[in-house]
């Protein structure tokens, strides 16, 4: 697979997955109400996808080591991917009850990070249940952190 989709397809899926995760549990925690968890799925799969891409181009850009097709190449990989990945989240939240679907999306998440861990190692020669720790690590640290944040806010702001 080319450089330019690896990198998209990478970034898009494991920042789609980790923010997304983010946004579901804080969301939960801070509000109790599904409309507020599928509304912020949907602004992030537009708003952060596209910042992300964004992002990503203008990184490429600065290496100054990538002809303007990859670097589009990268760009669109990065909003698709990340766009993609954010919404594969929403039959959870609209089809399950809340706390099932909280659930079901946090193992969707956890699931995606594996999978894009194992074969980011394999592609580098690298130690793959030490790649999955890590991504697994950083992805149950943001989740923790979300909700504990979304309860202080409900315990704010809460009804």
Do not use: C
């Not at 929403?90 to 009850?97: A, Q, Y």
């Amino acid at each position: 697979m080319k450089e330019p989709l690896l990198k998209g397809l990478g970034f898009g899926l494991t920042s789609g997955a980790i923010t997304t995760l983010g946004i579901i549990v804080g969301l939960h925690s801070g509000t109790h109400s599904k409309l507020a968890v599928l509304a912020g799925i949907l602004v992030l799969a537009i708003a952060d996808a596209m910042s992300d891409a964004v992002g990503i181009h203008i990184s490429e850009e600065a290496e100054g080591e990538h002809a303007a097709k990859e670097i589009w190449e990268a760009t669109i990989f990065t909003f698709s991917s990340k766009f993609a990945f954010a919404l594969s989240f929403v039959p959870m939240i609209v089809l399950l009850e809340d706390s099932t679907a909280i659930l079901a999306s946090v193992i969707w998440g956890l699931f995606l990070i594996v999978v894009v861990s194992f074969f980011t190692a394999k592609l580098q020669n690298k130690n793959v249940y030490r790649a999955i720790a890590e991504h697994l690590l950083v992805t149950i640290v943001v989740i923790v952190a979300a909700h504990y944040f979304g309860d202080v806010v409900y315990g704010f702001f809460g009804v």
